[in-house]
């Protein structure tokens, strides 16, 4: 059984970093595409960014994050993870990673539609 584990999410100030890590456990998951979704409160699920399957060549971002978040993973540690910089207070969200087998197809993965595996979520909270 796959299960998707996050970490490093916290308060950190307008103008600065954090990086979040996914782990995931039960297979490896090399051969999917893994990506980050973040919800605010009253707010619809939003799609982070997305990496390609087997060595991550392709990465994928959500129309504000481009320029500001990272997306890599490590398929030797079977882990994820987005590097945000520059953050700001509407980047103030829980934080989720997702997984799911074969490439990225744009349509689904923007929309977070039938990805089969998800994190439970990490918070983030961008205040002063």
């Known amino acids: 059984q796959v299960q998707l584990a996050e970490s490093g999410g916290g308060l950190v100030q307008p103008g600065g970093s954090l990086r979040l890590s996914c782990e995931a456990s039960g297979r490896s998951l090399s051969d999917h595409t893994m990506g980050w979704f973040r919800q605010a409160p009253g707010k619809e699920r939003e799609f982070v960014a997305g990496i390609s399957r087997w060595g991550g060549g392709s990465t994928y971002y959500g129309d504000s994050m481009e320029g500001r978040f990272t997306i890599s993973r490590d398929n030797a540690k079977n882990t994820v993870d987005l590097q945000m910089n520059s953050l700001k207070p509407e980047d103030t969200a829980v934080y989720y990673c997702?997984?799911?087998?074969?490439?990225?197809?744009?349509?689904?993965?923007?929309?977070?539609?039938?990805?089969?595996?998800w994190g439970p979520g990490t918070q983030v909270t961008v205040s002063s």
């Open positions: 997702a997984a799911n087998p074969g490439p990225f197809r744009s349509p689904f993965w923007r929309r977070g539609e039938g990805l089969e595996y």
